[in-house]
């Protein structure tokens, strides 16, 4: 496995390749990142994993200069999957000057949810997914189902872009108790960490309600948000949306459900297909 840390060895380490099949991540990796390595590995004649913590999808109150960076344990984790280059460059590689050129994503996808709670989240995602897959020439890209609203924010980039493209969704990778795997699971107590499960479990009572038949999703929502709150949760939103646009659903609708909360001081979000 090669490991470059700037363009110039990466196009070198590319060069070779016509259908390069690429994972961005943010680094800190675990089982759930290792599994989109795998979902890659039959997409291109050569898998590429992307580690870079981009700074534009932090908000100012967020934890950006504090994320872990693990590089050795990461390349360690990548290696062992079959990942063949890792990209790992420098702020300065990627930004050698202040990003002025933004992918602004439209707002009635990029103000909702996620981005409602972190204005100017998904324009930050965009811009740097639209960059790291430049860099790569990617011809397939794999994201995880867990952030469901930026694996639609990507897809519709590529498309509108007319990007020769392929992006693959892989489904959320899940604990043994159902809880989603996150980076930020690291940031749980002993404590927390037990009672983390409580998210996926009111997800799961949520679509098997709509499953069962009830469409009065406004006072599932409610509820849902009642029993994490009474738990001790701060949660933003527990909600069911139509799949193909995360807008309000009718009867009929294929759904998803999706939640935000906070637990403790680590805010966690999972999701649901219906």
């Known amino acids: 496995m090669k490991i470059v840390h700037t363009l110039a060895e990466l196009r ?8 390069p099949a690429v994972v961005p991540t943010m680094g800190n990796l675990h089982a759930g990142h290792i599994a989109l390595i795998k979902a890659a590995k039959p997409l291109g004649d050569v898998t590429v994993a992307t580690i870079f913590v981009n700074r534009l999808q932090f908000g ?3 934890d950006f200069s504090t994320y872990p ?14 990942c063949d280059i890792v ?12 990003q002025s050129f933004l992918i602004q994503p439209p707002p009635d996808l990029a103000n909702i949810l996620e981005g409602e709670f972190r204005p100017g989240f998904f324009t930050g995602v965009a811009t740097i997914v639209m960059k790291l897959l430049s860099c790569t020439q990617a011809r397939s890209a794999v994201f995880g189902k867990k952030d469901y609203q930026q694996l639609m924010v990507v897809r ?4 509108q872009f007319n990007m020769p493209i392929d992006i693959v969704g ?13 980076s930020r699971n690291g940031y749980l107590s002993a404590t927390e960490r037990q009672e983390a499960v ?20 406004a006072a599932l929502e409610a509820q849902a948000m009642s029993s994490l709150s009474a738990a001790g949760w701060k949660p933003d939103y527990v909600v069911a949306r139509r799949r193909v646009d995360l807008q309000a659903p009718q009867p009929g609708d294929a759904l998803v459900v999706l939640a935000a909360a906070k637990l403790g001081t680590t805010r966690l979000i999972d999701n649901l297909e219906v």
């Not at 070198?12 to 259908?19: E, G, M, T, V």
């Not at 519709?156 to 498309?159: K, N, S, T």
């Open 198 to 217: 409580l998210l996926s479990q009111t997800l799961k009572a949520l679509a098997d309600a709509m499953r069962g038949g009830r469409c009065d999703y």
């Open 156 to 159: 519709r980039m590529v498309q």
């Open 12 to 19: 070198s380490a590319l060069s070779a390749y016509r259908h």
């Open 87 to 98: 990209f790992a460059p420098s702020e300065a590689e990627l930004y050698p000057e202040p």
């Open 69 to 82: 960076r693990t590089l050795e344990a990461d390349c360690a984790q990548l290696e062992a999957a079959g």
């Open 60 to 62: 100012p109150k967020e």
């Open 170 to 182: 892989v489904d959320t990778l899940r604990a043994d108790d159902g809880l989603a795997m996150s």
